[in-house]
């Protein structure tokens, strides 16, 4: 699986771990979906788990994370807890964001987990100014900054890459290229489809590696985030992965066959990382046993959780709603304006 393993055996089975629960915690939010506890969409990172967990790894407590719409796993390894991420995605009160951002719109203050993000291409520039405040009051900091390939379509990508470079920002892109947009492959949308090789053009660091492969992502990861934590300027990593589902929950997949996604499957890297281990006993049959029993416990308190929560009352619904302010208080000053003018107009009448 790799020449060299530079992880021992409890860092093998957290990466193991981490890949595990947010697989089987997206498989319960599924049925979750199916039984409409979940609404609105839900995207699900299936095959693409050694993305986050292999960055999140080598991240620290003061590292900021900038995530898509496609971030559940994002979230939980970064340390959203997971209850309070089913509850969000419930839309309950007791969600992270009370549940007001719902699956799309993750965020965590205390964890540095800044969304969540239903705008393509959304996150970079947002990445780019946390990375811009962050070299000034926490040095050492790296915003991580994960967005599909997608993504590089958007004039917000290249002025995101460009100021990073030009400024020498410590921001790691994690570009995740799943192959396609929607439905849309890459080769029909991008002429350069090793999207690594985008970064050349704005002389940034760039790696391309193969996400299936869990330890070969972890490594890259961490190459990566030396690279920016030495003070070299942003990094840019092109992930290549492929996601086993739909592209949200409305999707008949006219795009591809049935036989692709079962190739890939058999790349299967949570699979893949399983066997790996099993056989180079690096994890005993009841070391396993221990990892999926805690994980389950974990979801049905999770679940447990969200479906004891509460809905906001009615009467909250304009709470947090800043346009609500804004166009009160427009409407004050216009009343104030007119009130002036009325008053100069009389003024003006009465004097001689
Ligand atoms: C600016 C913008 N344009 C279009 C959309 C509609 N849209 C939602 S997801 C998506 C595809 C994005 O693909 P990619 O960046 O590769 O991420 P993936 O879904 O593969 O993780 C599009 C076009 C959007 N949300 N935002
Ligand atoms: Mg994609």
Known sequence: MTDKIHLNRPQLQNLYADMLRIRRFEAKCTELYQAQKIRGFLHLYDGQEAVAVGVLAA???ADAVVATYREHG???ARGVPMKLLLAEMLGKVEGCCRGRGGSMHIFDRERRFFGGNAIVGGGLPLAVGIAMADKQLRPGAVTACFFGEGAVAEGAFHESMNLAAIWQLPVLFVCENNLYAMGVPLADAESQTDIYRKAEAYRMASLQVDAMQPLQMEAAA?????HVRGGRGPFFLECRTY???????????AYRTREE???WQHQDPVQRLRNWMASNHWMTAEEETAI?????????AAVAFAEAGTLEPVADLERFVLMATVVQENADV??????????????????P
């Open 292 to 300: 999926d029993t805690a994980i389950s416990t974990e979801i049905e």
């Open 261 to 263: 996604v079962e190739q």
């Open 222 to 226: 961490r190459q990566a985030l030396a």
């Open 243 to 253: 996601r086993f589902r739909a592209h949200s929950m409305f999707d008949p997949q």
């Open 59 to 61: 991240l620290s407590a």
């Open 74 to 76: 994002h979230a939980l």
């Open 334 to 351: 216009q009343e104030d304006v007119q009130g002036d003018v009325q008053e100069n107009a009389d003024q003006q009448e009465a004097s």
